[in-house]
């Protein structure tokens, strides 16, 4: 068993294995089970970590429900698993973070992530392809006048721009 950021066990995705029995490497209650196992996107990025707020290079896959992070790409098990349902995205300014071209995963209850780009164009790439997966998983709770998101349950979001931390959009 691998342990996650939280230091919970999972157990271990061999991506060869049949798909039945590697949708259960890591099974958080917003996986659903008939989603395809072949990632939506995958790519490094660079994630701050939850205890001692290092920021570490991670290989990032994007799947219909999830956010799952490995240490390096040929790894089978995540080092973590981010469940994306009731979740919202966010860019954050260099001023809040520290860092340029980062984004936020925040949820009301649950930790919040810090995820760091290479590229502009990467930045925008992964938001876009992060908030559809949200969206796809259906509308959630509003998070409230002080929680910028993007999700189409919110009043703020405009089809065809994702409206970013500071005011400024990405073109869809």
């Not at 910028?148 to 994702?162: C, T, W």
Request: proline share 9%; with cysteine; glycine share 6%.
């Amino acid at each position: 068993m691998a342990l996650d950021d939280h230091g919970s066990s999972s157990p271990l995705l061999d991506r060869s294995e049949s798909t039945a029995s590697a949708l259960a490497w890591a099974r958080p209650p917003q996986w659903d089970s008939t989603s395809a196992l072949a990632p939506l996107k995958g790519g490094y990025l660079v994630k701050q970590g939850e205890r001692y707020k290092s920021w570490k290079r991670r290989w990032f896959e994007l799947y219909p429900s999830l956010l799952a992070y490995f240490k390096t790409e040929p790894e089978t098990s995540p080092k973590g698993v981010i469940p994306l349902r009731g979740r919202y995205i966010v860019a954050i300014s260099p001023e809040d973070s520290g860092r340029d071209r980062c984004f936020a995963l925040s949820h009301p209850s649950e930790r919040t992530y810090y995820i760091q780009a290479s590229s502009a164009d990467e930045l925008a790439s992964w938001m876009l392809a992060i908030n559809a997966a949200i969206e796809a998983l259906g509308p959630t709770q509003p998070h409230g006048p002080a929680s910028p998101r993007l999700n189409v349950a919110d009043k703020s979001y405009v089809p065809g721009s994702i409206r970013l931390h500071g005011g400024s959009e990405l073109p869809t």
